[in-house]
């Protein structure tokens, strides 16, 4: 069940949205909000860094990273 707070501001990412990194090397910078996590009055949004489609390395252990609102740009499909 979710419980609103007010004392909370709204996410300003949803689930789903495409979103640009603002500097993430020279692959693809496009990624897909997966998961929307709140951390001490802070919104963190979870995004794919490295595609298994892409790069297929065994020196990447964890493809996801928690990323704050500063990091993304909103895509406009």
């Given amino acids: 069940m979710w419980v609103k707070n ?4 709204k996410s300003a ?3 789903g949205q495409r979103v640009m990194l603002c500097a993430y090397g020279d ?3 496009q990624r897909l909000i997966l998961e929307v996590v709140l951390v001490d009055k802070f919104w963190f ?3 794919e ?3 298994l489609a892409l790069i ?3 020196t ?3 493809r996801f990273s928690l990323i704050g609102k500063k990091s993304l740009v909103r895509v406009n499909v």
């Fill in 45 to 47: 949004y979870l995004v």
């Fill in 60 to 62: 990447i252990f964890n």
């Fill in 56 to 58: 297929k390395t065994p």
């Fill in 13 to 15: 990412y949803v689930l």
């Fill in 49 to 51: 860094l490295v595609s």
């Fill in 6 to 9: 007010p004392h909370c501001a």
């Fill in 27 to 29: 692959g693809t910078k």
